[in-house]
C-alpha cells in the first residue's frame, strides 16, 4: 500500500468513525424525545387498557353474558345438605345468555373468579386448598339451590356463585369479582364448535357482608 493509499485509507476509517458516532448520537436523541413523549402523554394511547369496572347492582356484558353482580355474602350455613368445610362466599348475579347458543356449567363456572384471597377449596370435595383465583365456583339457581346445568340463550337466572374458604383465614371484608367474556369458534383440534379463550373483561372489588344469600 501506498503512502497516498494509507492516508486515503484512514481519512476513511476516520469518516466512517464520525459518521457511526453521528448516528448513535442521533438515535439517543430519539430514544430520549420517545422517554419524554411518554411521560408528558404522548404514548398513552399505547397503553393497554385494563378490565372495566363492575359496580354492584349495575349490568354489563361479557360474551355471551349480560350480567349483574349484585352482592357479596359470607355464611358459614346456606342451608344446603352437605358438610361446611368452612365458610361460603357468595356472589349473588343475574345472568342472561344473549348469544344463540346454550352456555353449559362448566363456561358458567370458570366465567367468574374472586381475585387475589387464600385458602379457598379448589374441589368439590377433599381437603386441598389454594389461591381463589384457581378456585371454581359451584353455581347455584337462587330461586332452590339447585345446581345450574345450563343458560339457555335468551332466558335469564337470578344464580348464586358459591366458593368454600377455609375458617383458618382472616374473614375476607371485601373481595375481587373478575369476570371472563368467551369467544364462540371452531376447535382447532376437533373442528367442533364451542366456547373458547377466556378473557377478563370486567373487575371490580364490593364489600362482603355477612348473611345468607338471599
Do not use: C
Amino acid at each position: 500500500m501506498t503512502g497516498d493509499e494509507g492516508g486515503r485509507v484512514r481519512r476513511w476509517l476516520r469518516q466512517l468513525s464520525r459518521t457511526m458516532t453521528l448516528r448513535q448520537v442521533l438515535a439517543a436523541g430519539a430514544t430520549v424525545v420517545v422517554l419524554a413523549s411518554g411521560l408528558f402523554g404522548g404514548l398513552a394511547t399505547a397503553r393497554t387498557a385494563g378490565p372495566t369496572e363492575i359496580v354492584a347492582g349495575e349490568p354489563f356484558h361479557a360474551e355471551p353474558f349480560d350480567l349483574t353482580v349484585e352482592r357479596l355474602r359470607w355464611s358459614d350455613d346456606l342451608g344446603l345438605d352437605e358438610d361446611v368445610r368452612g365458610r361460603y362466599l357468595v356472589a349473588v348475579a343475574t345472568v342472561e345468555n344473549t348469544s344463540d347458543h346454550p352456555v353449559y356449567t362448566s363456561t358458567v363456572r370458570d366465567s367468574v373468579r374472586l381475585k387475589g384471597l387464600d385458602g379457598f377449596y379448589t374441589g368439590l370435595l377433599g381437603e386441598e386448598t389454594g389461591r381463589s383465583d384457581d378456585a371454581a365456583p359451584q353455581v347455584l339457581v337462587l330461586a332452590d339451590a339447585s345446581p345450574l346445568s345450563a343458560v339457555a340463550p335468551g332466558l335469564e337466572y337470578e344464580v348464586a356463585f358459591v366458593w368454600e374458604q377455609a375458617a383458618s383465614e382472616p374473614l375476607p371484608t371485601e373481595a375481587t369479582v373478575a369476570v371472563s367474556a368467551w369467544t364462540w369458534r371452531r376447535s382447532s383440534l376437533d373442528d367442533q364448535l364451542m366456547w373458547f379463550d377466556p378473557t377478563v373483561t370486567h373487575a371490580g372489588t364490593l364489600a362482603v357482608s355477612q348473611g345468607r344469600a338471599s
